[in-house]
């Protein structure tokens, strides 16, 4: 007989059926007849290319943790465009192929990117300050370019790179990030998932958000999940958790709200019956996730639960330098 084995990183290693998912998901990409090669700036530029609506790409203007983004010009408007091009092999792709069988690096990439120009479609259509879509090319996404100033080649900076107290008012800078959380959420019906001052652009118009390959809808009918929408419990507990991530990027400036109080405008200013619900379901003031009086980290949080639960200490581990 087979010994089961578990693993918190990876989940169960045999199923009830002594089915090996480890032994899929590597047979899964092990077809000789498929040759995946990681996207490098020439096979994304030639690909831009081969669309006959791109006229010439310039350079890397950026690069994140799924995607990296090139400055192009379409050849009809000789407009100036951003290309963001989702790469096969980073760790965001691999993790979203966790327990698929059917689906490669390639295929989850493109994906990724269907899922980015799809929720950038949606959002700008609701009027959200997001970059305005363009064209959708496998695992490629085509939308507006976003310059600095008069500088028409040279990208906007994101909230993360700047010091605020260089403007006016600074506190009206967070005001505006809640704003178009708020916006997002009740106009647009989505949850950003990844909110922070790294996913906002500065602008002489304002600020304006991006990396929306995560978002998701919530569902306002049904009250339901569903494979394309969330239910509204999980999603105003998802939007405080973005409102606590944005929040604490500003407290380098002694600039704070109360994520909560925030999280509660909000909610307030939605439908009653979707308020309604969550009085009944009694989410609305019980996150797991986060404290909402000390407000304490990812890393605090896992370590009162590791106490409460063993009463062992958490330790995070070390990592070793090779």
Not at 164 to 170: C, T
């Amino acid at each position: 007989m087979v010994k089961k084995e578990y693993y918190q990183n990876t989940g169960f290693r045999f199923s009830k059926n002594e089915r090996q998912f480890d032994k899929y998901r590597q047979s899964r990409h092990a077809d000789p007849k498929i040759q995946i090669k990681e996207v490098t700036f020439v096979d994304a530029r030639n690909q831009l290319f081969s669309t006959g609506k791109i006229n010439k790409v310039f350079a890397v203007i950026g690069a994140g943790k799924e995607a990296t983004v090139l400055l192009a010009q379409e050849k009809n408007t000789n407009d100036l465009v951003c290309a963001k091009v989702f790469r096969f092999f980073t760790s965001t792709i691999r993790k979203r192929l966790q327990g698929t069988k059917h689906i490669t690096q390639m295929g989850m990439a493109s994906i990724t990117a269907s899922q980015e120009y799809w929720n950038l479609v949606e959002l700008y259509n609701a009027q959200v300050p997001v970059p305005k879509p363009r064209i959708l090319l496998n695992n490629i996404v085509i939308m507006d370019f976003i310059n600095f100033q008069d500088d028409e080649y040279q990208p906007a900076p994101l909230l993360s790179e700047i010091n605020i107290r260089d403007y006016d008012d600074p506190d009206e800078v967070l005001y505006e990030s809640v704003e178009i959380l708020a916006k997002m959420f009740l106009e647009a019906k989505f949850i950003h998932g990844d909110y922070s001052d790294h996913n906002l652009m500065v602008t002489e118009n304002g600020l304006i958000t991006m990396d929306v390959s995560q978002s998701v809808l919530y569902n306002e009918k049904t009250f339901i999940n569903t494979p394309i929408r969330i239910r509204i419990d999980k999603a105003v507990e998802l939007l405080q958790i973005d409102l606590i991530n944005l929040i604490n990027s500003f407290k380098k400036y002694r600039i704070t709200m109360d994520p909560v109080a925030i999280c509660q405008e909000i909610v307030n200013k939605l439908p009653e019956k979707l308020q309604k619900f969550l009085k009944d379901s009694k989410q609305i003031n019980s996150y797991s996730h986060y404290s909402s009086e000390s407000l304490i980290g990812k890393e605090e949080y896992r370590r009162e639960s590791v106490y409460n639960l063993t009463g062992k200490k958490y330790q995070k581990k070390k990592r070793k330098m090779k």
